[in-house]
């Protein structure tokens, strides 16, 4: 499967800003999903990026790299409720139509 | 009511016996998947499906075998549990096209002892 790299744990200050960085392999690249998993729950879909650039989101958004296979997910004003684990998945095409999901990053949020 | 529901929640066996999860789902999307999930290994992907008479091998699909039984109904079997199966099982579904995020069940915790 593609190579998907995001760092495993960050921690941050409640009301603070964090960017948690996603690089996955460009070839047969299709789009770019994140998703939110609280300890012992279900994923639940954040954001989609096919396009280069921005998506705001609330206090949530996603941007997205094609030519560097690189995405961030920024979250700002960080709550106790934030932490979680947040997924990057890449969508490659090529007939398979499959979502390949990091290892995920796991975010603790602090006073 | 969920819309994506998984049976058992949580289910506790021996090396070799037959396991069956069961995955149902409300929203009438036609694409079903099962994923397993493992501390530090992240999701990844058993089967999929995209309508009823469509089965697709996912990444780790050796030891298991899936039935698609109705659009809504997408059951993952165990045909002789092994300890390194013991796993967090999700089903998830989704609409086409294939840009449309998928949507996870609660997921089933499986230990085999």
């Known amino acids: 499967g593609q190579n998907i790299d995001q760092p495993t744990e960050m921690t941050a200050t409640e009301g603070a800003i964090v960017q948690i960085n996603c690089t996955y392999q460009?070839?047969?690249?299709?789009?770019l999903f994140w998703y939110q998993q609280h300890a012992g729950e279900a994923p639940t879909f954040l954001s989609y990026?096919?396009?280069?650039g921005l998506e705001e989101k609330g206090r949530f958004s996603s941007f997205l790299s094609r030519s560097k296979g690189y995405s961030y997910l920024l979250l700002k004003e960080l709550q106790m409720k934030d932490s979680a684990s947040y997924l990057c998945a890449e969508y490659s095409g090529a007939g398979s139509y499959q979502l390949t999901f990091g290892k995920g990053t796991k975010l603790s949020v602090i006073p | 009511d969920a819309d994506v529901t998984q049976t058992p929640r949580n289910r506790i066996t021996k090396t070799g016996k037959r396991i069956m999860l069961e995955c149902s789902q409300t929203?009438?999307?036609?694409?079903m998947y099962w994923y397993r999930q493992d501390p530090g290994l992240g999701l990844r992907l058993i089967y999929y499906s995209f309508d009823v008479k469509d089965i697709n091998k996912g990444e780790i699909s050796d030891g298991y075998s899936v039935s698609r039984q109705a659009q809504a109904k997408f059951s993952l079997s165990l045909e002789s549990a092994i300890p390194n199966q013991t796993a967090l099982y999700f089903c998830?579904?989704?609409?086409?096209?294939?840009?449309?995020?998928?949507?996870f069940g609660d997921g089933t915790r499986l230990s085999i002892l």
């Open positions: 929203k009438g999307h036609d694409r």
């Open positions: 990026n096919v396009l280069d």
């Open positions: 998830a579904t989704s609409d086409g096209p294939e840009w449309q995020p998928q949507h």
């Open positions: 460009t070839s047969g690249f299709n789009g």
